[in-house]
Each structure stands twice: as structure tokens, then as C-alpha cells.
């Protein structure tokens, strides 16, 4: 708060005046939609074999069956953007959890393609509208001085979600031998691998009646006494008189509502530089990658030799790796800022990367005509491959929430957060989408390579375009 001329004394009585405890509950309440996020993303890995199975489908169609969910993920963080701006961050946060538990239900029930593939859509509405607001609503009710750590949170939800998607996926499957075979009821095992979701998607839908709206929000929408009420609950009384005045400044009452059209500098009637900046950040976090790992990780072991348990197994390594990962990004991300980090983190990809490449290369047939790597080889492959995982959850993996979240001045956060929301989800599909095709054409070494020299790219891009956001109030951030 030194940028504001606020001296340590008076940020002493402020730290002291605010309500630490409720800020962060409300935070983490929020980032619950982070955890189903990361469900949703990554129950997906260990029901691919009993989707094909159960749909009789081919790559083509088992990669849209499980890429189909990112496109209500791109129509669902577009819509949550600008919705938000009109009914609110927490109501769109509700609609999302209920729309979570809409798809956990109907995608264990679906007998055919097509219901599969709508509920999943579904879900991507959920997904999408929660990877926007989520960040957004932590941003706009925490202090600059923490803020990052508790939009990286966001991140520990997502992998922890991934995680228990994972466990959940190897418990069932290890009761009932295989996703193929029927559990309880008379129902398959990759069934109740969706319905495992309900149980969080629940609690979230509860827990939401527990947090307030947005008060940047409510300035917007002219509800100064309302934002004032919860301020004050946040800061205390004689910071929340501040505060409002400070947000009323920024979201400018000079025209009605914030618009899409805001987009565009007044001065040159071009698309702002942040806008560009926001969908760059967003798109590089996929290209890089890495949803292969959590959407095909147990296909893509298992296409190098290892059994299906071994893959399911190394999933969970994997997910535990990434939220030791998050807490390193949660205790730096405040203190050397979001630039470095992605910085380091797409140099670290982009090593890391290539380096699973090459060994991937050497892999072999086995008198099955299946690839096998050997034991030398398929150690170092696991091991890169995990420091790969370990370096994208240190760095872009939060961090691009964080700026995300933060980088827009208050007048377009919804709709800069809608636009770069849809480009990633947009991103995420593609990438997700031409895996299955990738993998059959270059194989599993130029799939990774591909990915490597984007990562190579993003660092390029960090260096020339991203500025930092470490230390800064909202109201400071310029468009």
C-alpha cells in the first residue's frame, strides 16, 4: 500500500481493524468452485476406456466426448464475465454449483453419446462460469498485500479437485477390478466416478448463502449502501468509508453500466493492450500442454507400457506433486511477484518438456505392437514429466488466475475476464481435441515437443508484454 502513500503505522491499524478471518473464509468458500473445477477437468481421466465402450466410439469421437465439456467451458466463462457484471459474482457462483450437480447426475445416467455429451456440456458452463468468478470474487474482496496468495488458492482447489478425481478414479477402480466392470447397483464403475461429484458440488451450493456479493460489484450497480455494509465487515468501519470512495472513483458513474464496448481505448478506438495481454496469458497456459496430463494422463501412460492401476497411480503422484507446487507459488507469489514466476515457470516447462520428448522417442514395440519404453527410459520420462507438472503449478498454472483477476481496471474486469476467459477454455479444447489425433500421427515424443516450443514461446512473451500486478490496489490498475 506504499504506492497509495499510506505510511506503516496506518497500514498497522488497518491490518489490525480488518476481519482476516472472514476474508479468507469467504475466499475459500469461493475457491470450492476451483476444486470442482478441477473435478470435473479431471474425473474425465480414468472413465475414458468405459466411454468408448459404453458409446462404441473411435479416437475421433472419444476425444470429442471428452473435449465436449470445453466447449460450455468457453460459452460458460464468456457468459459468467458479463453476466456478472449484471446479477453478480455470488449468483453466478450459485448458478454454477447448481449446474455442477446438473452434470455430475446426468453424465453417470447418460446410456448414448449425445445425453453424455450434453451433460458434459453442461458441466462446462459450471466449469467456465467458476474459473472466471472465482478469481474474480477473490480479488475484489481481499487486500492487495495478500491478495495473490488467496487467488492462488484457486489453484490448490483446482489441483486438489484434479486429485481427488484421481483417487476417487483408483479407489472405485480398484474395488471393481476395472472402470469396465459394474459396481454398486448394477451400475459401472466409470459411472459412479461421476457421481462422486454431487457430494462437493453440494456442499458448495450450500456454503455459497454464506458470503456477501462483490462490493465492487454492488458500486457498479449503485448499491453504495450495501457495498459500504460489506466493506465495512471486511475492513472496518473507518477503511470501508475509504475504500468505497476509492472504488466509486474507478468504476466511473459518467455512463450507466460497464459494456462490452469499454473494450476499446476512447482515444484510439482500438482493443485495449490489456485485453490482448489477458487473452495472450490465457491461451500460452494451454498451449503449453498440460491438460493433456490431466485429461489423458492414465491413455498416455498407458500407451508407453505401463498398466492401467500403475497409470491411475501415477495420476495421483502427479496431482500431489502439483499442490506442493501451488504451496511454493503461494508463499513467493507475493513476495518476487507473478512476472518472475512465469517467467521461470515457461523456462522450466520448456526444459522440462523436451527432455520427456527425447525419451518418449525411444520408445519401442513389444511383440503386442505396443510402444514400450525401457526401465531407464520410462524412469526418466516419468520423472520430467512430473517436473513438468511441478513446474506449470508453481508458476502459470495459479499465477494466470492471479493476473487474470487482478490486471483489469474495475470498469472492464467482467467483460476482460470474459474475453480471456473464452480464448483459454477456446484453447483448451483445440488442444484437448487434436491430442487423440496427435498421438496417432507424431506420437507421444512430438506431441511433447510441440507443446516444449510453445513453452519456449511464453517465456518471450512474459518477458516483452507481462507487467506486474504485485503490491497494486485494483483502483491503480490501468487499461
Avoid at 9 to 35: P, R, Y
Avoid at 65 to 77: E, F, I, P, Q, Y
Avoid at 223 to 247: P, V, W
Avoid at 253 to 274: E, V
Wanted: charged letters at 10%; a negative charge.
Amino acid at each position: 500500500m506504499e504506492n497509495l502513500g499510506i505510511t506503516a503505522d496506518e497500514q498497522s491499524v488497518t491490518a489490525q481493524a480488518e476481519n482476516k478471518a472472514f476474508i479468507i473464509l469467504i475466499s475459500c468458500i469461493a475457491t470450492i468452485g476451483g476444486f470442482l473445477f478441477g473435478y470435473d477437468s479431471g474425473v474425465i481421466n480414468g472413465t475414458v476406456e468405459g466411454i468408448q465402450v459404453a458409446f462404441n466410439s473411435d479416437s475421433v469421437g472419444t476425444g470429442f466426448n471428452v473435449a465436449s465439456m470445453l466447449l460450455g467451458c468457453a460459452v460458460g466463462a464468456a457468459a459468467a464475465g458479463r453476466l456478472a457484471d449484471i446479477y453478480g459474482r455470488k449468483t453466478m457462483l450459485v448458478l454454477s454449483a447448481i449446474l455442477f450437480l446438473l452434470s455430475a447426475w446426468g453424465t453417470g445416467i447418460s446410456t448414448e453419446s449425445g445425453w453424455f455429451i450434453f451433460y458434459r456440456v453442461v458441466g462446462g458452463l459450471a466449469v467456465g462460469a467458476a474459473s472466471v468468478m472465482t478469481p474474480a470474487y477473490i480479488s475484489e474482496v481481499a487486500p492487495a498485500r495478500y491478495r495473490g496468495r488467496l487467488s492462488t488458492i484457486q489453484q490448490v482447489a483446482i489441483i486438489s479437485g484434479l486429485t481427488a478425481a484421481f483417487l476417487s478414479n483408483y479407489l472405485l477402480a480398484e474395488i471393481s477390478g476395472s472402470a469396465l466392470n459394474m459396481l454398486w447397483m448394477d451400475f459401472e464403475t466409470w459411472r459412479w466416478m461421476f457421481w462422486v461429484e454431487l457430494i462437493p458440488a453440494g456442499i458448495f451450493l450450500l456454503a455459497l448463502f454464506l458470503i456477501p456479493e462483490s462490493p465492487r460489484y454492488l458500486v457498479a450497480r449503485h448499491q453504495n449502501d450495501k457495498a459500504l455494509n460489506t466493506l465495512t465487515r471486511l475492513y472496518g468501519e473507518a477503511e470501508a468509508n475509504i475504500k468505497l470512495s476509492e472504488i466509486d472513483q474507478t468504476v466511473s458513474h459518467s455512463s450507466d453500466k460497464p459494456k462490452i464496448s469499454d473494450i476499446f481505448d476512447k482515444t484510439t478506438n482500438k482493443i485495449r493492450p490489456i485485453i490482448w495481454i489477458g487473452i495472450g496469458l490465457a491461451v500460452f497456459q494451454q498451449f503449453v500442454g498440460i491438460n493433456v496430463v490431466f485429461y489423458y494422463g492414465a491413455v498416455l501412460w498407458q500407451s508407453v507400457g505401463f498398466s492401467e492401476s500403475d497409470a491411475l497411480f501415477i495420476n495421483i503422484l502427479s496431482g500431489s506433486l502439483s499442490i506442493g507446487a501451488c504451496l511454493v507459488a503461494i508463499a513467493l507469489v507475493d513476495k518476487i511477484g507473478r512476472k518472475p514466476l512465469l517467467w521461470i515457470g515457461s523456462v522450466g516447462m520448456a526444459v522440462t518438456l523436451s527432455v520427456a520428448a527425447y525419451a518418449f522417442n525411444t520408445a519401442t514395440l513389444n511383440d503386442a505392437g505396443q510402444p514400450q519404453l525401457s526401465d531407464a527410459m520410462g524412469t526418466l520420462a516419468l520423472i520430467f514429466a512430473n517436473l513438468y507438472v511441478v513446474f506449470f503449478n508453481m508458476s502459470w498454472g495459479p499465477v494466470m488466475w492471479v493476473m487474470l483477476g487482478e490486471m483489469f481496471p474495475n470498469r472492464i474486469r467482467g467483460v476482460g475476464l470474459a474475453i480471456a476467459g473464452f480464448f483459454q477454455w477456446a484453447a483448451n479444447f483445440a488442444i484437448t481435441m487434436t491430442f487423440p489425433i496427435m498421438l496417432g500421427s507424431i506420437g507421444l515424443a512430438g506431441s511433447y515437443g510441440f507443446y516444449a516450443i510453445c513453452a519456449a514461446i511464453s517465456a518471450v512473451f512474459v518477458f516483452k508484454m507481462v507487467q506486474e500486478t504485485k503490491g497494486k490496489e485494483l483502483e491503480q490498475m490501468q487499461g
